[in-house]
């Protein structure tokens, strides 16, 4: 029962209870930082298949945990996706949302549910992501912590203010433990994808976009709650390699609707 109400608790805090995805956006100068839409999504599957990084090769990937599309293989692509039946609460979304799975030992640690924000975070006005669109945010190889401001842990029930770990923390019994990654939000506007699956993509940097990158698209914030979790647990890439895969499916002229209400 205590889980069960840190979990309503932090639903109400993200404001997601009350407020369908297609509502007015908030503006907020908080977390997330700035207009945006919000899905839930709940857990969809586990499998060693990486579409992005090894297509057409079954079985060639560490462990990850899906949300979103249910129907997510190493021969899955966009347009496959489109349309298919999804975990997250809107039917206009069929994206595919990816991440190494968490174990305690060889025990996956199943997903709570999980969150994907889409945030304006520039200045310029920001468009759809481009239809076929993949691209991944972190470093699946890290050996040592990466920036806390894209990939982090925390304890899920102080969000906010919530202190950011670069491993998993220690958090209270019976409360949250959240991973969060941030996805870059300015496209090169020509590549859906990249030799590396990032170098399409870049950051803004206060507010603005960089000359190579200058489209502006909504800043996509993944996260996944699971339960209070030992600090033993790793992820399948290894202790730092927090990252997370996105592989467009949307309805494009849904998605286009949602993201202008954001200017």
Not at 150 to 176: H, M, Q
Not at 236 to 246: E, R
């Amino acid at each position: 029962m205590r889980r069960a109400a840190a979990i309503v608790g932090l639903v109400c805090v993200l404001g997601v209870a009350s407020t369908p995805v297609d509502a007015a956006p908030t503006a907020t100068t908080a977390f997330p930082g700035g207009s945006h839409f919000v899905l839930e999504c709940r857990f969809a599957q586990r499998n060693n298949d990486d579409p992005i990084v090894f297509p057409g090769r079954p079985g060639l990937s560490h462990n990850h945990t899906y949300i979103g599309n249910f129907s997510v293989d190493s021969s899955t692509t966009p347009e496959s996706l489109l349309g298919g039946r999804s975990s997250c609460d809107f039917d206009a979304d069929s994206s595919a949302y990816w991440a190494p799975t968490l174990f305690v030992g060889r025990r996956p640690v199943s997903v709570v549910t999980g969150f994907v924000y889409y945030v304006k975070r520039t200045t310029a006005a920001v468009v759809p992501l481009p239809a076929g669109l993949k691209m991944i945010a972190g470093n699946s190889m890290a050996l040592r912590p990466q920036p806390k401001r894209f990939v982090s842990w925390a304890c899920g029930d102080e969000v906010g203010d919530a202190p950011r770990f670069a491993a998993i923390p220690p958090c209270a019994a019976n409360g949250i433990l959240e991973y969060q990654v941030v996805f870059p939000n300015c496209w090169n506007g020509t590549s859906l994808d990249s030799d590396n699956h990032r170098r399409h993509m870049a950051y803004s940097t206060a507010g603005a976009c960089p000359a190579s990158h200058p489209i502006a698209v909504p800043t996509i914030i993944l996260i996944l709650l699971y339960p209070q979790t030992p600090v033993r647990a790793r992820l399948s890439a290894g202790q730092f390699a927090l990252h997370a895969d996105f592989m467009n499916g949307w309805d494009q002229p849904t998605l286009a609707r949602l993201v202008a209400s954001l200017n």
